[in-house]
C-alpha cells in the first residue's frame, strides 16, 4: 500500500474511521471519562473533544481555506460526545464532497500539500492513531478495523520519520514492538507510544 497511499481518496477511508471512533466514544460511559489514556496528554474525554476539535478543524480548512486552531469545544454534555463527534465528522465529509478540494493546496502548521494528502494525513491519519488510544483505555471494546490502521501506518511512515522526532515535534521516539504486531500496535509504536501500555 506504501507506494499507492496518495493515490487513494482518503474520503470513505475517513468515513470508516470515524464510524469506528464514533463506536468507541458511545461506548465511554460517564464513569470513564475521567480515565487515562495512552496519550499522557489526554484523559478519555480530552482525547474525544480533541477529536470533535479535530473533525471541526478539518472542515473548515475545506470551506475557508485556512488553518483553524484546534480549540476543544466547550460546555459538551458528558452524554452528548457521541453526537457532538457525529455531527462533526458529517459536517468534515460534507465539506470534502467537492472533489477539486482534494488537489487544492492547503496550508497547515506542519506545512502546504494538497488538500487530499491533508485528508489522509491530518484526518484519517490522526483519527486511527487516536482510535487506538481511546480503544486501549477502554479496555479494547471490540476488534478494530486493520486495513485503516496499514493505511494510516503508511501515511505515518511517510510523513514523520524515525529520525524527525525531538523539539517541536509532538511525537516521541519509534518504541519496539513485535515483528508480528498487528497493524494498530505497529502504528502507535511508530508514533511514540509504549504498545504494552494500557490506559
Not at 465511554?28 to 496519550?39: K, Q
Not at 453526537?83 to 506542519?110: F, I, N, Q, T
Not at 529520525?163 to 494498530?184: L, N, S, T
Request: aromatic content about 8%.
Amino acid at each position: 500500500m506504501n507506494s499507492e497511499i496518495t493515490t487513494v481518496d482518503p474520503r470513505p477511508l475517513y468515513r470508516r474511521a470515524a464510524a469506528q471512533a464514533a463506536r468507541l466514544i458511545a461506548a465511554a460511559t460517564e464513569g470513564r471519562l475521567g480515565d487515562p489514556t495512552p496519550c499522557e496528554e489526554f484523559d478519555v474525554r480530552g482525547l474525544v473533544a480533541h477529536l470533535v476539535a479535530g473533525a471541526r478543524a478539518g472542515a473548515a480548512l475545506g470551506e475557508r481555506n485556512r488553518d483553524v486552531t484546534l480549540a476543544p469545544p466547550a460546555g459538551v454534555p458528558d452524554g452528548a460526545w457521541a453526537k457532538e463527534y457525529e455531527e462533526a465528522a458529517a459536517h468534515l465529509l460534507a465539506v470534502w464532497s467537492d472533489d477539486a478540494l482534494l488537489e487544492r493546496p492547503v496550508r497547515v502548521p506542519w506545512g502546504e500539500m494538497p488538500g487530499g494528502a491533508y485528508l489522509a494525513s491530518g484526518c484519517v491519519l490522526e483519527t486511527v492513531a487516536h482510535t487506538w488510544d481511546l480503544s486501549r483505555a477502554l479496555g479494547d471494546p471490540f476488534p478494530l478495523d486493520e486495513e485503516l490502521a496499514e493505511y494510516a501506518l503508511a501515511w505515518a511512515r511517510r510523513a514523520l520519520a524515525a529520525d524527525r522526532r525531538g523539539e517541536g515535534v509532538p511525537f516521541g521516539p519509534v518504541q519496539p514492538v513485535a515483528e508480528d504486531a498487528g497493524a494498530y500496535d505497529r502504528l502507535a509504536a511508530w508514533l511514540g507510544r509504549p504498545v504494552g501500555q494500557a490506559g
